[in-house]
Every structure is written in C-alpha cells, then in structure tokens.
C-alpha cells in the first residue's frame, strides 16, 4: 500500500531563512507528487506537481521540490521564507494511471512556525 | 474559475443528529473527491465520483455515510446518526487533468 511519511511534525525558521521540508514516499511505482499548504481553518492550495521530466519542479510563492526516484523523497523547499509562510505543509501521491480515482494519499504533515 | 465552493463551512451538531454537506465544484470538473481530516492528520479518502456515478468508496466510509451527485454537478456528503468520532474537516476536492483543486472544508463538530 502507498504511503507518504512528512519526518518533521513542527518546524521553525527565522524570516528570510531558507527551508527544506522532507517528504518521503512508499508506492509500487512512480507516482504523481504534489506538495499543498493548508492555512489554518482553510483548505489546502496546490504549491507544485511533478508528473514527469525535469526533477526539480517550481511552483507558487517561491517554492521548488526535487523528486529524487533513488530516494523516494520529494523535498520542498524555498530560499528565503516570509512570515506569510506560516502554515501547515503537505505532501501526497497519487496514481499516474487517470483511469483510476486517482485518489491522494497524504502525509500528516509538517507545521512551519516563522519567527520575525 | 470560481473554484470549489462547501457549505456550510462549520456545523455543529449533536450526537445522534444527521447532517448533510454540499459540495459545488468547479464547473468544468467530472471528478470529484471526498476526504476527512482529522485533527493532526493529513486528509483522507472517502469517496469518488466521476460525473454522477460513485466509483469508489473507502472503507472509512461507514454505512451512516452516504454520498451523491445526482446531476453530476454539486455533490452531498450525509451522515447518519452522528457519532463524537466523525468531529473532523470534510474536504471536497474536484479534478482537472491530474491536479484537484480543494474547497475551504466543512468543520462538524459532534458534542
């Protein structure tokens, strides 16, 4: 079965500090990989996907992630944060079979906290 | 593109009661997705339609749950006899391609 293991529950960075969330992935073969944020009381906005090709993806607000197949992870990250960051951060895979339901599977999720 | 709409955006209830939700997703959208998410927790699949038909259902979803589209347009989540374990946010989720886009979540809290 799929799963999708975000290791850090809570994070805290300085503004203007870079981040890296970590995220990695159980599937029995290449999955779709997005990464969404979820601000509190709200739900969760596309930041990035990767279906194919180049490995590192770019997405809204200055966000990037790599896939690394070797690894199975899908890292986020972005060079510089603003305290607008702040919220709750999550990976999830999907099939790259469109035929099917293509439901997600999510990771718990990573809590940033951006400090001023 | 008004996005994914839910109402009502928080329902408080009392255990035993029904509720129902409403979902409207995108015009252009087929599919469409439920999911639950728990305090803590990442989101969680429940059930899948595409147009008017409901293809798949986890087995999260109990026989209190129960879940149409009738037009293939809006959707509504029911559950019955609510239950202080189904307090949780309920997702909807339509899909373009291999994106879906979420609406702002259904909050039910079950006192």
């Known amino acids: 079965a799929q799963s999708v293991t975000q290791p850090d529950i809570h994070i805290t960075v300085s503004e203007g500090a870079s981040l890296e969330l970590r995220c990695n992935y159980s599937?029995?073969?290449?999955?779709?990989l997005f990464w969404y944020v979820q601000s509190p009381g709200q739900g969760l906005q596309l930041l990035l996907k990767?279906?194919?090709?180049?490995?590192l993806v770019q997405g809204i607000k200055g966000f990037e992630a790599e896939f690394k197949r070797s690894q199975s992870s899908f890292n986020l990250r972005k060079p510089s944060v603003h305290w607008s960051d702040a919220a709750e951060y999550f990976c999830a895979v999907g099939p790259i079979n469109t035929g099917t339901a293509s439901k997600l599977t999510f990771g718990t999720g990573t809590r940033l906290q951006v400090t001023l | 593109d008004t996005g994914v709409s839910q109402n009502p955006r928080h329902k408080i209830t009392k255990r035993g009661q029904n509720v129902t939700f409403r979902c409207d997703p995108i015009s252009e959208h087929n599919r469409l997705y439920w999911y639950r998410q728990t305090l803590g927790q990442g989101p969680e699949f429940l059930t899948y339609?595409?147009?008017?038909?409901?293809?798949?259902k986890s087995r999260l979803l109990s026989d209190r749950f129960s879940a149409e589209r009738p037009k293939g347009s809006f959707s509504t989540l029911e559950i019955q006899r609510t239950e202080q374990g189904d307090s949780a946010m309920y997702l909807c989720?339509?899909?373009?391609?291999?994106?879906?886009?979420f609406g702002p979540g259904t909050r039910l809290t079950v006192t």
């Open positions: 339609f595409q147009n008017e038909a409901q293809l798949e």
């Open positions: 989720a339509s899909r373009r391609g291999g994106e879906q886009y």
């Open positions: 990767y279906f194919s090709g180049d490995t």
């Open positions: 599937y029995g073969a290449t999955p779709y």
